[in-house]
């Protein structure tokens, strides 16, 4: 179809496209998605208080392979999969997603972890709570706890 010898191609081509352009189709993540809403309903299964707060409030890093942390009085909320993870000092508070090896030392240390293998407690007051997995669990300290959370 032709009007006044110029071919319509061009003119419906663009009326397609912009009629295109009006629909829209999300895929992913969408802008209404916070980090914080996406990082709940990773974590909907975990509804101890303290282990929400570390999450929530705890010093985020994401980590892989071998972790130490040496602090006191500080919380972290550690991302990624670790092969050993070893806790020393006082009053520090650690969230944690897959660890193979958990080693903590000191006094009134808590590690939360999603799931791990093995743990090793040296200490006192040192307490470690799981979701996931059957630890090889070593208790070697005072007044220790090492326990799995259920919902």
């Excluded at 092969?83 to 080693?103: I, K, P, Q, R």
């Excluded at 040192?126 to 070593?138: F, H, K, T």
Aim: glycine share 10%; with cysteine.
């Amino acid at each position: 179809m032709r009007i006044t010898g110029k071919p319509l191609v061009p003119v419906t081509v663009l009326a397609a496209s912009l009629s295109l352009a009006a629909c829209s189709v999300s895929l992913g993540r969408g802008a209404e998605d916070s980090p914080e809403q996406t990082a709940a309903v990773a974590n909907a299964d975990i509804t101890d208080p303290g282990w929400l707060d570390a999450i929530e409030n705890g010093d985020r890093q994401t980590r892989s392979g071998d972790y130490w942390i040496a602090d006191s009085n500080r919380t972290y909320n550690l991302v990624g999969e670790l092969d050993n993870l070893n806790v020393t000092g006082a009053g520090v508070v650690v969230a944690a997603e897959t660890v193979s090896y958990l080693n903590v030392a000191g006094s009134d240390v808590t590690v939360y972890v999603r799931e791990v293998a093995s743990v090793k407690a040296l200490g006192s007051n040192v307490r470690i709570y799981y979701l996931d997995g059957n630890p090889e669990v070593q208790d070697l300290g005072s007044g220790n706890v090492i326990d799995r959370l259920t919902n």
